[in-house]
C-alpha cells in the first residue's frame, strides 16, 4: 500500500462553498488561504488558487511601504495583506515580490503558504 497517493498538481485545491464567491475572493480555511479565480455558485464545486502571484489590496499612508522579501499575511477583518501576523490571527499569504510604497494601494504576492 503506497504511503501517498497524487491527487492534483496543488495549484488549486478543490472548494465548495455555502455561499456563492465572487472572483477574486479570498477565501481563508483554517491557516490556509485561497482565491477564487472564477465565480462559484453556493454549493457547487469549484476551486481556489493557492499558489501563483497576485495583486493584494493593502493600507495606504505613512508608515505602510512593503519591502521586496517581506512575509505577508492577510488580514481577513480589513481585506487586506499585512507585514502583521497578529499573533496568528492573520494567515501566512506569501512574500512580497515587487516593493509597494506608502501610497500604492496594492502589494504583488507570490502565494506560498
Given at each position: 500500500m503506497p504511503q501517498a497517493t497524487f491527487v492534483q498538481d496543488g495549484m488549486s485545491i478543490d472548494y465548495t462553498p455555502g455561499a456563492a464567491v465572487p472572483a477574486g475572493e479570498v477565501v481563508v480555511q483554517g491557516e490556509?488561504?485561497?482565491?477564487?479565480k472564477f465565480a462559484i455558485?453556493?454549493?457547487?464545486l469549484g476551486s481556489?488558487?493557492?499558489d501563483g502571484?497576485?495583486?493584494?489590496?493593502?493600507?495606504t499612508g505613512g508608515g505602510t511601504a512593503i519591502t521586496a522579501g517581506a512575509t505577508l499575511?492577510?488580514?481577513d477583518t480589513n481585506n487586506r495583506a499585512t507585514t502583521n501576523?497578529?499573533?496568528g490571527a492573520n494567515k501566512l499569504i506569501g512574500k512580497c515580490i515587487k516593493?509597494?510604497?506608502d501610497a500604492d494601494t496594492t502589494v504583488r504576492?507570490?502565494?506560498s503558504q
Open positions: 490556509l488561504v485561497g482565491i477564487a455558485a453556493a454549493n457547487a481556489l488558487s493557492v502571484v497576485y495583486d493584494f489590496p493593502k493600507a499575511y492577510w488580514d501576523a497578529a499573533a516593493a509597494a510604497v504576492v507570490r502565494m
